[in-house]
């Protein structure tokens, strides 16, 4: 049973753009949520997160939103550069208790110049 | 970049055969992490560490074991490798439980 979904295994975007990645949960004790950039050959790497007291954290280019209501996270990237082409995870876990990270299945984004 | 170094970076087995996936850690961080990424399941747990001598099973857990006898080295062990592991693991370290992942650069295996 997938408790962290990222249901557009794709998603393909104009250079300048804005670039918009979905992500649901289902377990209600995930308090803390991180996105994660991949390219290929290498290693993901933190780009974002936040944590369920919030509903938007932002870093640059880069903002998360959480409606925690509907179970539901967002990255925009504005703009959306070449650059930003890669695999984009989102994972969740319960803040407390150091319980691992659970990851969705990713969203390969094709920033198109 | 967080000092993590997988090795081998590739490797090619037969069915049967045992294998080894090493991680060395030079931050000194409490938490170890084996991940695997396959094309269509993302990124799955497969064991982690929380301490030295200290593991649990991740989601994907069967057919591997995992060992910690120093903080800076975990190592995950296929005792005979079939076909569907054929895969690219990651290893991921973390000061804490509840912080951010940081990952090495993945160990690509093929198992013929």
């Known amino acids: 049973d997938q408790q962290v979904k990222q249901n557009s295994p794709s998603l393909s975007v104009q250079e300048g753009r804005i670039s918009i990645l979905n992500c649901d949960y289902t377990n209600s004790m995930f308090d803390y949520f991180l996105w994660y950039k991949k390219y290929p050959a290498e290693g993901p790497t933190f780009l974002i997160s936040i944590s369920s007291i919030k509903d938007k954290n932002e870093d640059g280019r880069f903002t998360v939103f959480l409606n925690k209501s509907a179970k539901h996270l967002s990255l925009h990237i504005v703009p959306s550069q070449p650059g930003d082409s890669a695999v984009y995870f989102c994972a969740a876990r319960q803040y407390s208790g150091n319980t691992p990270l659970v990851f969705g299945k990713g969203t390969r984004l094709s920033v198109i110049a | 970049d967080a000092g993590i170094t997988q090795s081998p970076r590739h490797k090619v087995t037969e069915t049967g055969t045992p294998v080894t996936l090493r991680c060395h850690q030079t931050e000194n961080h409490r938490y170890m992490y084996w991940y695997r990424q396959d094309p269509g399941h993302g990124l799955r747990l497969i064991h982690y560490?929380?301490?030295?001598?200290?593991?649990d099973k991740g989601e994907v857990s069967d057919g591997y074991s995992v060992s910690r006898s120093k903080t800076e080295d975990f190592l995950l062990t296929l005792e005979s490798a079939t076909s569907s592991q054929t895969s690219v693991y990651f290893c991921a370290i973390s000061p804490g439980g509840a912080g951010e992942l940081f990952f090495g650069e993945g160990s690509r295996l093929t198992v013929l």
């Open positions: 560490s929380y301490g030295v001598k200290d593991t």
